[in-house]
């Protein structure tokens, strides 16, 4: 690529025919060697990347917003394994860019962010639509990175009316209340509900000799705690080690440590009710 194209490109990240009117022709003979591709009509980088080709969207439209799995990936959730660029744009491209998502869906102002030069959809808003593709793990993920909240999240739902969706997620968010912060912890939540076991609360956060620790479930009144172990985030061995240095720590600070996994979740109700009733006799 020539230099004045590479100087060009580093500080914009893309190259516009539109900004730059007297480098077309180098653009024109870079794009014709292959050292450039097209991307929007009238953009173009030395590769179509998700950073090129949001890029790329913004320039060709900048009132586009960034929507779905595009917007977390730029705010709440930067590694979230979303290639394609969704945007919402009144726009319509000649020919279809690849890894480009256009859709004319209309969304309401205030779920809108200006950030930087990218207009991007609100992070409740985002995590609305991520649950039409990925189900309740998306308000899970959003709630542990602590990008929305439940309240939040109805308040999107109202401003994105009309999907036929929209009652399930309403559901889905409401379920939600407890603010689970995964699938095992939502299960959980659930059978709590359900045994009518009350006096817990979700993600509680209890200071321990080296800092603070959340716990999953905990009972403040009993001091007992209820950790889920999800596999996936308990494999390696520092996980391992770290889960049973707060284990200790609580213990000496007087809480009861109770752990369950997927496989042991149908012992939770009567265990946790043995161990409560436990506690409440011997206070």
């Not at 950030?115 to 959809?121: D, M, N, T």
């Not at 076991?197 to 209820?226: C, H, M, S």
């Not at 213990?251 to 939770?268: Q, Y």
């Amino acid at each position: 690529m020539h230099q004045i194209l590479a100087t060009e490109f580093h500080q914009h990240g893309v190259l516009s025919r539109r900004r730059h009117p007297t480098l077309i022709g180098r653009i024109d003979a870079a794009v014709k060697k292959g050292t450039l591709v097209p991307l929007m009509p009238g953009t173009y980088a030395p590769e179509n990347t998700f950073e090129s080709l949001v890029l790329s969207v913004a320039d060709w439209d900048p009132h586009a917003v960034f929507a779905s799995g595009t917007a977390a990936r730029l705010t709440w959730w930067p590694d979230i394994r979303f290639d394609a660029v969704h945007a919402l744009t009144h726009r319509c491209p000649r020919r279809k860019v690849a890894g480009a998502q256009l859709s004319q869906t209309p969304l309401d102002a205030d779920l809108v962010m200006d950030v930087g030069s990218l207009r991007i959809q609100h992070p409740a808003a985002s995590t609305v639509d991520l649950v039409r593709i990925l189900g309740a793990d998306a308000i899970d993920e959003a709630l542990r990175r602590r990008a929305t909240s439940v309240a939040a999240m109805l308040w999107a739902l109202r401003l994105m009316p009309g999907r036929a969706d929209n009652p399930q997620i309403a559901q889905l968010i409401h379920e939600s209340r407890d603010e689970p912060w995964s699938a095992l912890e939502r299960r959980a939540h659930t059978m709590l509900r359900t045994a009518g076991i009350r006096g817990w609360r979700t993600n509680l956060q209890i200071r321990v000799p080296w800092g603070w620790v959340y716990a999953d479930i905990a009972f403040p009144a009993e001091k007992v705690v209820v950790e889920l172990d999800g596999w996936e985030f308990h494999q390696a061995r520092t996980s391992f080690v770290a889960d049973r240095r707060r284990d200790v720590a609580l213990h000496l600070k007087g809480w009861t440590v109770l752990r369950f996994t997927a496989d042991s979740m149908e012992e939770l109700v009567p265990q946790l009710r043995q161990h409560l009733t436990t506690r409440r006799r011997s206070s």
